[in-house]
């Protein structure tokens, strides 16, 4: 079987930074190639898409309501079971080094101030990820409003809107599937919320059918379980693309999803806006 690897920059990025993809995925295959391991080259990618300043997840990761506080949520799943999250991890450069490293502890999942000491524990050195970029995004969506009624979050400008996080999926040569997922949210974000990312079945989810990560509102995909849901179909025998389209024609007009999905037969990446993705095969 050949191996294989998908990588997307998020329902809502640019088309144009399909590059960072293309080299994430160059060197999560390159890491599955040499060590074998999906849930490692999962690892290797999402930390290249982390170290890429352009997408939204760890040096790219938006400023909050605040316009001061950065909190970030990552998660890794293999297809045995083995899960790891971080949710609310603030003050890291590659939250998805964390939520691997929860793995190998009694916990699932890992909040706030004990995810970053867990991280400090690891070595990784305290590190601010506040960009220009994302204070450039935070004073042009403060300018567009002024003020933000709680009942009114939906109506925030399509581009301010919780899109662009990043994943890939990975199946071995041996047909092992991995996923991962990172994210540094969205401006609107009040302090402490969660998206889909760190979730299991609903930013991810993997298992010996193949893995799937999705991107875009995470409030919509957190209620569908929207990883899960394309995965049953895949276990019920459909193919990567067909359980992805199915899903992704039920999301509402209105509703920014994007997906990936590897299985069996192959891998497919599809979304309801622009969504940068890339997608390599190794040698069988």
Known sequence: ???????HGGAGALPEIVDGPQAAAQ?????????????????????????????????????????????MDASVMADDGRFGAVMALERTRNPILVARAVIDTPHLMLAGEGAQNLARRLGLPDFDPTTPEARRKFEKWRLENPVVPHDRWRNFPEEMRAHDTIGA?????????????????????????????????????????????????????????????????????????????????????????????????????????????????GPA
């Not at 079987?1 to 990588?7: C, E, Q």
């Open 1 to 7: 079987m050949k191996p294989l690897i998908i990588v």
């Open 27 to 71: 060197a999560g295959l390159a890491h599955l190639l040499l060590h074998g391991d999906p849930l490692e080259a999962v690892v290797e990618a999402a930390r290249v898409m982390e170290d890429d300043p352009r997408f939204n997840a760890g040096t790219g990761s938006n400023l909050r309501l605040d316009g001061a506080r950065i909190q």
């Open 169 to 281: 999926v990975v199946r071995g040569p041996d047909g092992r599937f991995a996923v991962s997922c990172s994210t540094g949210g969205t401006t609107m974000m009040l302090l402490g919320r969660v998206g889909d990312s760190p979730i299991v079945g609903a930013g991810l989810y993997a298992g010996p059918a193949g893995a799937v990560t999705a991107t875009g509102e995470g409030e919509e995909i957190i209620r569908r379980f929207l990883s899960l849901r394309v995965y049953e179909r895949m276990a019920r025998g459909e193919s990567a693309e067909s359980a992805g389209r199915a899903e992704l024609d039920a999301i509402p007009a209105g509703v920014a999803v994007g997906l990936i999905a590897a299985g069996l037969d192959g891998a497919w990446g599809g979304s309801n806006r622009q969504m940068p993705f890339a997608l390599l095969t």
